[in-house]
């Protein structure tokens, strides 16, 4: 009699549901902060060492990605802020264009079209020595796709393994297990047999026709 301790243990799978919930979590998230930037403008600084400041604006339907060294708060700190539509135009033209009384060697280079732009000042940015910005723009749905992808991937393995499943097939290969009782392993990869083809009324009548008789 087999012991307890000696039966074939399932091996857990993993789906990637952990992923796709994450990913439908950003895929809200990121939705609602395009929906809220229409009519405001939301950023989040980040405060690192030495000075270094990375950020993030929504406004407009659009997502900003902003980098500086240029000191502004406490080392290790998170602020949210949340401004008018006029503040962040004015945030804008001051990353992409600068202000009208810098001199153009101050002027922020800039690569720009429709709603992607990067714009740097590597030097001396806003005529302040030995600092530097740099800003990267473009529409809020570039990020969908890092929430989509979980999900796309779940969604085809969870089909995948139905239809395994449902044929009666390896849960791991594919392999046909028809004739393999359940817990004991794949013929072709040795993965545990969760589940076993039943046999259809046309089988199981040809089985008893070829079958020699006993009496």
């Known amino acids: ?7 074939p243990r399932l091996r857990a799978r993993s789906l990637g549901g952990r992923r796709a919930s994450l990913g439908l979590f ?8 395009g929906w809220h930037s229409m009519e405001h403008c939301d950023g989040l600084a980040i405060f690192g060492p030495g000075g270094r400041i990375g950020g993030v604006v929504f406004f407009e339907g659009d997502v900003w990605l902003v980098m500086t060294n240029i000191s502004a708060g406490e080392h290790w700190t998170a602020q949210t802020v949340s401004a008018s539509p006029q503040d962040g135009e004015s945030l804008r033209h001051l990353l992409t264009r600068g202000t009208p009384a810098m001199p153009p060697r101050w002027a922020p280079s800039l690569a720009e079209r429709g709603r992607f732009f990067v714009a740097s000042q590597r ?8 600092k530097w910005c740099s800003a990267a723009g473009a529409p809020v749905w570039v990020l969908l796709p890092l929430g989509i ?23 791991q290969c594919g392999y046909d297990l028809q004739g393999v009782q359940p817990g004991a392993r ?15 009324a046309r089988e199981i009548a040809a089985t008893s026709l070829d079958a020699p008789n006993t009496l």
């Open 123 to 130: 030097k001396d940015a806003f005529g302040i020595p030995g």
């Open 149 to 171: 992808w979980p999900l796309a991937t779940w969604s085809f393995r969870r089909g995948r393994l139905w239809r395994r499943n449902r044929r009666g097939w390896c849960r």
């Open 1 to 7: 009699m087999m012991r307890v301790e000696d039966q």
């Open 186 to 200: 794949c013929p072709e990869c040795g993965e545990i047999a969760t589940r076993a083809r039943f046999a259809t």
């Open 26 to 33: 950003f895929i809200l998230i990121v939705s609602l902060l």
